[in-house]
């Protein structure tokens, strides 16, 4: 058992803290615009919100602990268990610990993760994730396959990060201001992505099939977000034969890849991301104790 | 033959004119930014470019004739041979005409150009292009098929465009703000991207490299734009069977694409895409002057 403990879930540009009880009652929430790179000075932060929420233990998690961050928190590599990451946390001071990322040395598929670990043990102490594919839809969509309980490969996909620099600038601006909806137009992106490997020139088509009239903008905007999903969903199952895949992130996006995933003839299981990671850093701060015991 | 004429490829953005002598020779020549998102009163800039130039015939091509530019001149539809474009030239005052772009109606692949139909047409008249397949790379990268010396199909694959937008807003703008190099990162990039279908995956692929040490920012630049140019081609190739390749564009890119096009086993003949539009536009005037006879 582990005493009240704020947990931190520190972005570049967003930040998101949870005061965790004993008992696992998360008795104080807040989100701020206070990321990474609105902080400079981060003793005088973590004061701040001690004398806000009081004095207790604070665990963070996320790119506080990059290089852009506060203190480096040097990546565990994969494969990585639970009891990995909690004997590498760092501390940068009395009481404050930081959650380091994971990293595949892989030299023909190098890859990182700073963050998601988090979210996936959180899902696993949820009972949502035995061995298994997980994926973390967003910004970096992260394909996480479980193997002894353990993180053992990943993959990142940059959809989102993709999608808002089209919308922020290119041909496609316009068509992107609409909301994409979850409907046949998305569909058809999905089904056209998962069978097809021609996205650079299909995100075109959307934009033709606009100016040719065959259809609206906001039909076009559901086709792009098909698109995209369909590509990440198709690069993410890649080979692996699982039946059922654990999506965990926001309710949305969630529904999103379900969909894509179902089109791909996978079941899914929806864990909110917010949920898993205030579970996450839960199962840390137990791993943590257990490991100091021991 | 025909009189002394201005040719201008009028885009969004910029502006490039060619006084043109009627044996060819090019007496003028200028650019400038004066794109149609600059300019609100057209008829005011041709009076402009008269009483600079002189008193001539214009021929205008590009996104003028959209219908965000001057006057929208309706899309000949593919097939389209020269004949039927210079048929279809639209003229919005006395003296001026501006060339239409060509649409594909095949409703699983609608697809639209805009200027490059002028440069495709000249590329046949300098002699670099028969029957087969042409590539105008660039911020829409247009592949066409050449049958019956017309225009029979094409695809269009926004590289440019998508490689801007990376470069502007994305986890990736660090790395490209520096050039890619045309070396062995590039083509590595390429022969992943030729056989491989992975490229949202691979485009973090190339950050993951660079934190974790396994490749320079410089160097990953060269591989993100041998990742793109690979999808790029693989696409525009697609089933096609044509051993050689017509390359329609800036020296630059031509080089980029015909070491990548070299990779997937194909020759190609690289044309200067200034030179082409400049024999474009007299194909095209001098086939509206048959016309008119016949």
Redo the contacts between chains.
């Keep these: 058992m582990h005493p009240e403990f704020m947990a931190v879930d520190w972005g570049t540009t967003h930040r998101r803290r949870f005061t965790i009880a004993a008992d696992g009652t998360v008795v104080a929430r807040d989100s701020d615009d206070r990321g990474i790179l609105a902080v400079s000075d981060f003793p005088a932060e973590i004061a701040a919100l001690r004398a806000a929420a009081g004095d207790m233990p604070l665990l963070l998690a996320g790119m506080v602990g990059s290089n852009r961050g506060w203190v480096e928190a040097p990546y565990v590599e994969a494969p990585a268990s639970l009891a990995a990451l909690a004997a590498a946390l760092v501390s940068p001071l009395p009481g404050v610990q930081i959650v380091p990322g994971v990293?595949?040395?892989d030299?023909a598929?190098?890859?990182?993760m700073r963050g998601e670990e988090v979210q996936l043990f959180g899902a696993q102490a949820l009972g949502q994730l035995g061995n298994g594919l997980a994926c973390h839809p967003g910004t970096?969509s992260k394909w996480i396959e479980v193997e002894d309980g353990g993180i053992a490969r990943f993959?990142?996909?940059?959809?989102g990060?993709?999608l808002?620099?089209?919308k922020?600038?290119?041909?496609l601006s316009d068509i992107l201001a609409h909301d994409p909806g979850l409907d046949d137009d998305f569909i058809a992106g999905v089904d056209h992505a998962l069978d097809a490997?021609?996205?650079?020139?299909e995100?075109?088509?959307a934009r033709?099939?606009v100016?040719?009239g065959?259809m609206s903008a906001a039909a076009a905007a559901s086709r792009i977000s098909g698109l995209?999903i369909g590509?990440?969903v198709?690069?993410?199952l890649g080979r692996s034969r699982a039946d059922v895949v654990t999506l965990v992130g926001s309710p949305g996006l969630n529904a999103r890849f379900a969909l894509a995933l179902a089109r791909a003839g996978r079941e899914s299981i929806s864990v909110d991301g917010e949920t898993a990671f205030i579970a996450g850093a839960r199962a840390i701060m137990a791993a943590q104790t257990a490991g100091a015991r021991a």
Aim: positive net charge; charged residues 25%; glycine residues 4%.
């Design positions: 990293v595949q040395r030299p598929r190098p890859d990182i970096h993959r990142t996909v940059m959809t990060d993709l808002a620099a089209l922020a600038r290119s041909i490997s021609d996205l650079t020139a995100l075109f088509g033709a099939r100016v040719t065959q995209l590509s990440d198709r690069t993410g």
